[in-house]
């Protein structure tokens, strides 16, 4: 996934007394330095988006992959925040691929 890193500020947050410093690539997908080799994830989680859209791709559906995550407290709007920001970067690696010719 392609993310505008550079465009994010590195956020800090105390969470269960422990800084959370994470890029946010949305409301509930980040990249956190350190959780997943910063890897998108979903936000206050080691859930890692990749997961999610490789079972999608795999014919789960929105439902039966959050419950199957229930404990994570994933919700359908992260996922549908997932496919968004998948769909916008295969549309901005085409756009690079389509002007590097």
Do not use: W
């Not at 439902?63 to 998948?86: C, F, G, M, N």
């Amino acid at each position: 996934m392609n993310t505008s890193r550079s465009k994010s500020k590195l956020v800090h947050e105390t969470v269960k007394g422990e800084v959370y410093a994470y890029y946010p690539l949305g409301r509930y997908i980040v990249a956190a330095p350190g959780i997943c080799g910063g890897r998108p994830t979903f936000k206050y989680t080691r859930l890692e988006v990749s997961v999610i859209l490789a079972r999608l791709a795999a014919g789960d559906t929105v439902t039966e992959v959050v419950r199957d995550y229930a404990l994570s407290k994933l919700t359908p709007q992260a996922v549908a925040e997932a496919i968004r920001l998948a769909d916008r970067a295969l549309i901005q690696s085409t756009q690079i691929l389509q002007t590097a010719v």
